[in-house]
């Protein structure tokens, strides 16, 4: 799902490098939780969307911590 996100646009989750790492702030997973969920409502396949439900609660869990960092690691 996140493949499909414009690199350049204007969220936080496009930007999230699938072949290195990205890191994320707390300031940073509030607003990719914000994404996640709008793209939960249009996601129709139910795999895709446990996963992102399960993004979701990571970047919630981030957001809600002060001094916590959400890190993806690529390929």
């Known amino acids: 799902m996140l493949s499909t996100l ?3 646009g204007p969220g936080k989750l ?3 490098d699938p072949y290195g790492d990205t890191l994320f702030n707390e300031q940073e997973a509030h607003v990719a939780r914000q ?3 709008a793209l939960t ?4 396949d139910p795999q ?3 996963a992102l439900l399960d993004l979701g609660e990571l970047l919630e869990a981030c957001a809600a911590t002060p001094g916590s ?6 390929d």
């Open 6 to 8: 414009d690199p350049h």
């Open 14 to 16: 496009g930007g999230v």
């Open 35 to 37: 994404e996640v969920a």
């Open 41 to 44: 409502e249009g996601c129709g």
């Open 48 to 50: 895709r969307k446990a």
């Open 69 to 74: 960092y959400l890190w993806f690691m690529g």
